[in-house]
């Protein structure tokens, strides 16, 4: 074993000690950032960087099992994506479709699509619709694979589902008016009935959360990484969780 390894493992190991008797986040929220660059530096195509971005959530999803971590929320595709050129949209549908087909089959984790699924092609929309039935039952880490996902577009469905309910009680604009507040808009989001994200961490280094969570992530803590995904290692989540674990929340006080 090279001497880096050695003392990589001693520092992840210490700061998984760290970690013990900490606050760690219920729920984490990741924007998978990064795959395309990680691809222009190795010289290579857009869809082999996805392919390593790919590869590298069901390593993710082993740290959350391992550090407790209930729900995990990974933002693979947003609706602004699906404006993509063909030519690099399709490989990173097929890709995407091959990746949440591979987590369910392993029996797991619970798959819950969130997105737009409407704008989203039949056979990727199917194959999403498909691991969300075969996982039902699991016990595992709930995990929310965000496709077609956009925090403005969220927030606009959670409305229109909930005009409709009531339009279909036979509920007034007026009434409607006079009894909303923001518990049932939460309830008609994707992510209707889960926590929160404590957590939310973007690699790459940009330091934007591009309409992610939008409405969920009112009072979360923010970590930004400079690794791009396909690089993003362990000690980089232990980090966060270290990061999250020395923070005071105020919940936007």
């Known amino acids: 074993m090279a001497l880096r390894d050695l003392v990589y493992g001693a520092y992840e190991r210490r700061l998984t000690k760290s970690l013990q008797g900490q606050e760690r986040p219920r729920h984490v929220g990741v924007i998978l950032d990064g795959n395309r660059r990680w691809a222009a530096d190795q010289g290579s195509s857009a869809a082999s960087g996805h392919r390593a971005g790919a590869a590298k959530i069901e390593e993710f999803l082993g740290w959350c099992e391992d550090l407790d971590v209930e729900v995990a929320t990974l933002w693979l595709l947003s609706t602004d994506n699906l404006a993509r050129p063909e030519v690099e949209l399709g490989p990173l549908l097929g890709i995407i479709e091959d990746t949440v087909r591979q987590l369910a089959a392993r029996g797991r984790w619970r798959i819950n699509p969130v997105g737009a699924l409407d704008l989203l092609p039949d056979n990727t929309a199917r194959v999403l619709k498909d ?123």
């Open 131 to 253: 691991a969300a039935d075969q996982t039902a039952e699991c016990e595992g880490l709930l995990v929310n694979i965000a496709v077609g996902y956009g925090g403005r577009r969220e927030v606009v469905d959670a409305v229109r589902a909930l005009l409709q309910k009531h339009s279909a009680q036979g509920t007034s604009l007026e009434d409607l008016a006079a009894l909303l507040d923001v518990e049932h808009i939460a309830e008609h989001l994707y992510t209707s009935g889960q926590p929160d994200p404590e957590l939310v961490i973007r690699t790459s280094g940009e330091q934007r959360l591009s309409g992610f969570l939008l409405w969920q992530s009112a009072h979360s803590e923010f970590y930004f990484c400079e690794a791009y995904w396909p690089n993003f290692r362990r000690v980089d989540f232990l980090r966060a969780l270290r990061s999250y674990a020395a923070r005071q929340r105020r919940f936007g006080a």
